[in-house]
Protein backbone atom coordinates (compact mmCIF):
# COMPACT_ATOMS: atom_id res chain seq x y z
CA UNK A 1 0.00 0.00 0.00
CA UNK A 2 1.62 3.07 -1.42
CA UNK A 3 0.23 6.39 -0.16
CA UNK A 4 1.01 9.65 -2.31
CA UNK A 5 0.87 12.85 -0.91
CA UNK A 6 1.07 14.35 -4.42
CA UNK A 7 -2.65 14.23 -5.95
CA UNK A 8 -2.95 12.95 -9.56
CA UNK A 9 -4.60 16.33 -11.80
CA UNK A 10 -7.57 16.24 -13.04
CA UNK A 11 -9.12 17.20 -15.52
CA UNK A 12 -11.74 19.78 -15.65
CA UNK A 13 -14.49 19.90 -17.99
CA UNK A 14 -13.91 22.25 -21.38
CA UNK A 15 -17.45 23.52 -20.48
CA UNK A 16 -16.27 24.73 -17.01
CA UNK A 17 -13.17 26.33 -18.79
CA UNK A 18 -15.03 28.30 -20.94
CA UNK A 19 -17.69 29.80 -18.68
CA UNK A 20 -14.59 30.73 -16.17
CA UNK A 21 -12.89 32.18 -19.23
CA UNK A 22 -16.06 33.66 -20.25
CA UNK A 23 -16.58 35.03 -16.78
CA UNK A 24 -12.95 37.05 -16.62
CA UNK A 25 -13.84 38.38 -20.04
CA UNK A 26 -17.19 39.95 -19.32
CA UNK A 27 -15.42 41.37 -16.04
CA UNK A 28 -12.81 42.93 -17.52
CA UNK A 29 -15.12 44.23 -20.37
CA UNK A 30 -17.72 45.61 -18.21
CA UNK A 31 -14.75 47.55 -16.38
CA UNK A 32 -13.40 48.89 -20.05
CA UNK A 33 -16.79 50.13 -21.15
CA UNK A 34 -17.64 52.06 -17.97
CA UNK A 35 -14.36 53.72 -17.64
CA UNK A 36 -14.92 54.56 -21.39
CA UNK A 37 -18.48 55.80 -21.23
CA UNK A 38 -18.51 57.62 -17.44
CA UNK A 39 -15.67 60.06 -17.37
CA UNK A 40 -13.66 59.53 -14.32
CA UNK A 41 -14.05 63.28 -13.35
CA UNK A 42 -17.75 64.33 -12.80
CA UNK A 43 -17.18 67.59 -13.87
CA UNK A 44 -15.24 67.16 -16.81
CA UNK A 45 -17.41 68.81 -18.82
CA UNK A 46 -16.27 72.91 -18.52
CA UNK A 47 -19.75 74.18 -19.08
CA UNK A 48 -21.73 71.71 -16.50
CA UNK A 49 -19.07 73.23 -14.15
CA UNK A 50 -19.49 76.57 -14.86
CA UNK A 51 -23.28 76.36 -14.58
CA UNK A 52 -22.49 74.53 -11.07
CA UNK A 53 -20.64 77.93 -10.00
CA UNK A 54 -22.70 80.62 -11.13
CA UNK A 55 -25.54 78.75 -8.57
CA UNK A 56 -23.42 78.59 -5.47
CA UNK A 57 -21.84 81.86 -6.07
CA UNK A 58 -24.90 83.79 -7.14
CA UNK A 59 -25.92 85.95 -3.88
CA UNK A 60 -28.75 85.06 -1.98
CA UNK A 61 -31.25 86.81 0.48
CA UNK A 62 -29.97 86.14 3.66
CA UNK A 63 -26.28 85.33 2.74
CA UNK A 64 -23.44 86.41 0.50
CA UNK A 65 -24.23 83.13 -2.00
CA UNK A 66 -26.50 80.73 -2.32
CA UNK A 67 -24.39 77.92 -1.11
CA UNK A 68 -24.17 79.65 2.59
CA UNK A 69 -27.66 80.23 2.55
CA UNK A 70 -28.72 76.63 2.36
CA UNK A 71 -25.28 75.58 4.85
CA UNK A 72 -27.53 78.13 7.20
CA UNK A 73 -30.62 76.81 6.47
CA UNK A 74 -29.01 73.42 7.47
CA UNK A 75 -27.42 75.10 10.70
CA UNK A 76 -30.86 76.52 11.95
CA UNK A 77 -32.77 72.96 11.61
CA UNK A 78 -29.56 71.24 13.23
CA UNK A 79 -31.94 69.48 16.57
CA UNK A 80 -29.55 67.86 19.24
CA UNK A 81 -31.33 64.17 18.47
CA UNK A 82 -31.56 65.03 14.43
CA UNK A 83 -29.43 66.45 12.02
CA UNK A 84 -30.44 67.88 8.54
CA UNK A 85 -28.82 66.61 5.51
CA UNK A 86 -28.21 67.82 2.08
CA UNK A 87 -27.55 65.42 -0.86
CA UNK A 88 -25.07 65.54 -4.16
CA UNK A 89 -25.43 68.88 -6.17
CA UNK A 90 -26.85 67.66 -9.57
CA UNK A 91 -25.94 69.54 -12.79
CA UNK A 92 -28.24 68.31 -16.10
CA UNK A 93 -28.17 69.60 -19.39
CA UNK A 94 -31.37 71.10 -20.07
CA UNK A 95 -32.52 68.71 -22.73
CA UNK A 96 -36.15 71.15 -23.57
CA UNK A 97 -34.19 74.07 -24.11
CA UNK A 98 -32.91 74.49 -27.92
CA UNK A 99 -29.75 76.27 -27.07
CA UNK A 100 -26.92 74.51 -25.79
CA UNK A 101 -25.57 76.66 -22.89
CA UNK A 102 -28.67 75.75 -20.48
CA UNK A 103 -28.16 73.65 -17.66
CA UNK A 104 -30.60 72.37 -14.60
CA UNK A 105 -28.88 72.45 -11.42
CA UNK A 106 -30.52 70.98 -8.12
CA UNK A 107 -30.08 70.22 -4.74
CA UNK A 108 -31.94 67.93 -1.92
CA UNK A 109 -32.09 69.19 1.16
CA UNK A 110 -33.34 66.81 4.27
CA UNK A 111 -35.01 68.69 7.27
CA UNK A 112 -36.24 67.07 10.35
CA UNK A 113 -40.27 67.56 10.86
CA UNK A 114 -41.83 68.60 14.07
CA UNK A 115 -42.42 65.01 14.95
CA UNK A 116 -39.69 61.85 15.82
CA UNK A 117 -40.42 59.97 12.67
CA UNK A 118 -41.02 62.92 10.11
CA UNK A 119 -38.80 64.69 7.87
CA UNK A 120 -38.87 67.37 4.82
CA UNK A 121 -37.55 67.50 1.75
CA UNK A 122 -36.84 70.45 -0.05
CA UNK A 123 -35.84 70.61 -3.85
CA UNK A 124 -33.88 73.42 -4.93
CA UNK A 125 -33.79 73.78 -8.82
CA UNK A 126 -32.32 76.59 -11.22
CA UNK A 127 -32.15 76.95 -14.84
CA UNK A 128 -28.61 78.64 -15.61
CA UNK A 129 -27.58 80.33 -18.75
CA UNK A 130 -24.17 80.36 -19.51
CA UNK A 131 -24.61 83.57 -22.24
CA UNK A 132 -25.39 86.00 -20.86
CA UNK A 133 -25.08 84.26 -17.33
CA UNK A 134 -28.19 84.13 -15.79
CA UNK A 135 -29.41 82.08 -12.85
CA UNK A 136 -33.03 81.18 -12.35
CA UNK A 137 -35.16 79.67 -9.20
CA UNK A 138 -37.46 76.88 -10.83
CA UNK A 139 -38.66 75.41 -7.50
CA UNK A 140 -40.56 77.47 -4.20
CA UNK A 141 -37.48 76.64 -1.97
CA UNK A 142 -34.62 78.18 -4.29
CA UNK A 143 -37.33 81.21 -4.94
CA UNK A 144 -37.39 81.53 -1.26
CA UNK A 145 -33.52 82.20 -1.16
CA UNK A 146 -32.73 84.19 -4.01
CA UNK A 147 -33.59 88.03 -3.99
Do not use: C
Not at 41 to 60: C, E, F, I, K, N
Request: net charge positive; glycine share 6%; hydrophobic share 45%.
Amino acid sequence: MVFSLVKPPQSRSRLLVWIEWGAVVLLVGGVAGYLLWKPLDPMGDQQAAQALALVQTHPARSAPSVRQAIDLIMKANHTADRSPSIGDWTVRRDERANERNNYRVGVVVRLPGNQKNRWIEWEYLWLVRLSPPTVIPMSRPAVEIMP
